[in-house]
């Protein structure tokens, strides 16, 4: 299917305007659209709309496979007859689950879960208290806008989390996504959901050749998601096992790589495979590769005080913001840099005079944006201040477990320790 446009705008007759003025009705709270895509959306809507017999049985057959084959989650109820779960299970799991695989957030969910076992405990704790157990979860975005948006739900809902979907974007950190997991998986709600999983699915059923991160088509497939997602009047009415049958088929049979075409529910529908070409879908924009820099971490010993180290904390803004790390002098360039400008950093900017300068360790870490390469110096002082900086502290690195650090910055506390 080509969603690119290749048709004049006079392809819309009056009846196709008439469907185009419903969709705008019914969509406007689910589609990020702005009003002039519309005509370029609703012809492609009517051009590739799939045929109700289609939406009836990828329905039907995705819920038919998610009760044999859904896993057994912790924010999911154990049976379809068991206690409906919280929804602040969904808020939670929903905001881990986002770029991190299911296996690696269970553990944390748990630990979540135990700190703070409602809204309420969530929304009072004090922020350090969040991203330390977010630690090692990355994306710490995720938790400080959790963090708000549990404070936001006390103040303006009562404590009570909505479940309309213009509510729920109105708060921190939901985007669409998020806003249609909450609506329909923990309200029953038949909002659609798009993530990386949804979009390769669809992608490869409907074989969508277009780059599906080219804003007409990321629109084009909201609206088919929207189609998909069963509607009130459905027999199968279960917009949440509906939503999370998808999430299920994405992660363990609709893979990047290797999909298992023989055990897929749907693949007697899907395009993608009947061409012999699952793989090449979906396909993405070019994208700029990482840039490279050079990050130098300065292990400062305390002269005094066995296995004690320098803390600073980072600025409120920015990457890994308000976390601790020991000193480290971020270079926005992949040049080297001699030992004497890294004695130069420590005196001006910590007001430490190194007496050596030792280097211990190099390693990289890569972020969306950036191919950081971290060079890990131990130091020596030659005498330290009487008085330290402010944001700064002398720390044993046995007595760091209330403090949030980088997963970088544990990696070089462990080469320490
Ligand atoms: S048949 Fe293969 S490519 Fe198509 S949806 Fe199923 S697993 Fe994905």
């Known amino acids: 299917m080509t969603l690119i446009p290749t048709l004049s705008t006079d392809f819309l007759t009056p009846l196709y305007r008439f469907i185009l003025l419903h969709h705008r009705q019914t969509l406007t709270h689910t589609v990020p659209c702005q009003t002039q895509d519309y005509d370029l959306i609703a012809r492609y809507r009517l051009m590739f709309k799939p045929h109700s017999n289609t939406i009836k049985a990828i329905r039907s057959r995705l819920l038919d496979w998610y009760d044999q084959n859904a896993r057994s989650l912790p924010w999911r109820p154990a049976s379809p007859t068991s206690a409906p779960i919280p929804p602040y299970y969904t808020l939670v799991s929903e905001a881990m689950l986002q770029q991190t695989q299911v296996a690696t957030v269970i553990p944390y969910f748990h630990r979540f879960l135990e700190t703070f076992p409602t809204l309420e405990t969530l929304a009072n704790a004090d922020e350090q208290q969040v991203l330390t157990l977010w630690q090692g979860l990355g994306?710490?975005?995720?938790?400080?806008?959790?963090?708000?948006?549990?404070?936001?739900?006390?103040?303006?809902?009562?404590?009570?989390?909505?479940?309309?979907?213009?509510?729920?974007?109105?708060?921190?950190?939901?985007?669409?996504?998020?806003?249609?997991?909450?609506?329909?998986?923990?309200?029953?709600?038949?909002?659609?959901?798009?993530?990386?999983?949804?979009?390769?699915?669809?992608?490869?059923?409907?074989?969508?050749?277009?780059?599906?991160?080219?804003?007409?088509?990321?629109?084009?497939?909201?609206?088919?998601?929207?189609?998909?997602?069963?509607?009130?009047?459905?027999?199968d009415f279960r917009p949440g096992d509906y939503n999370q049958s998808m999430m299920e088929l994405g992660a363990l049979i609709c893979s990047p790589r290797n999909p298992k075409c023989?055990?897929?529910?749907?693949?007697?529908?899907?395009?993608?495979?009947?061409?012999?070409?699952?793989?090449?879908?979906?396909?993405?924009?070019?994208?700029?590769?990482?840039r490279p820099v050079n990050h130098h971490i300065l292990a400062i010993t305390h002269p005094s005080q066995?296995?004690?180290?320098?803390?600073?904390?980072?600025?409120?803004?920015?990457?890994?913001?308000?976390?601790?790390?020991?000193?480290?002098?971020?270079?926005?360039?992949?040049?080297?840099?001699?030992?004497?400008?890294?004695?130069?950093?420590?005196?001006?900017?910590?007001?430490?005079?190194?007496?050596?300068?030792?280097?211990?360790?190099?390693?990289?870490?890569?972020?969306?944006?950036?191919?950081?390469?971290?060079?890990?110096?131990?130091?020596?002082?030659?005498?330290?201040?009487?008085?330290?900086?402010?944001?700064?502290?002398?720390?044993?690195?046995?007595k760091l477990a209330d403090l949030p650090f980088s997963n970088p910055q544990l990696k070089a506390i462990k080469a320490m320790n």
Not at 170 to 195: C, E, K, M, R, V
């Open 306 to 398: 066995p296995n004690t180290y320098l803390l600073e904390q980072r600025p409120p803004t920015g990457l890994w913001s308000n976390m601790y790390q020991l000193p480290t002098l971020e270079l926005n360039h992949s040049k080297d840099i001699a030992t004497d400008q890294l004695a130069a950093y420590a005196q001006k900017h910590l007001k430490i005079k190194p007496q050596a300068i030792t280097p211990l360790k190099t390693f990289k870490h890569q972020t969306t944006h950036l191919t950081i390469t971290f060079h890990l110096h131990a130091i020596t002082p030659a005498f330290i201040p009487s008085q330290l900086k402010p944001k700064t502290q002398w720390r044993s690195l046995d």
């Open 262 to 290: 023989d055990t897929c529910p749907i693949q007697k529908l899907c395009k993608a495979y009947a061409d012999g070409s699952p793989e090449s879908l979906p396909v993405t924009l070019p994208k700029s590769k990482p």
């Open 139 to 235: 994306y710490y975005r995720r938790a400080r806008n959790l963090h708000a948006c549990a404070k936001t739900i006390i103040t303006e809902h009562n404590g009570i989390i909505p479940s309309d979907i213009d509510s729920l974007l109105a708060l921190p950190g939901i985007g669409q996504y998020t806003a249609g997991a909450i609506a329909s998986i923990a309200f029953n709600q038949p909002a659609p959901i798009l993530d990386g999983n949804v979009i390769r699915i669809l992608s490869r059923i409907f074989f969508i050749t277009d780059p599906t991160d080219h804003t007409p088509v990321k629109k084009q497939l909201w609206l088919l998601a929207d189609q998909l997602v069963p509607a009130p009047v459905s027999t």
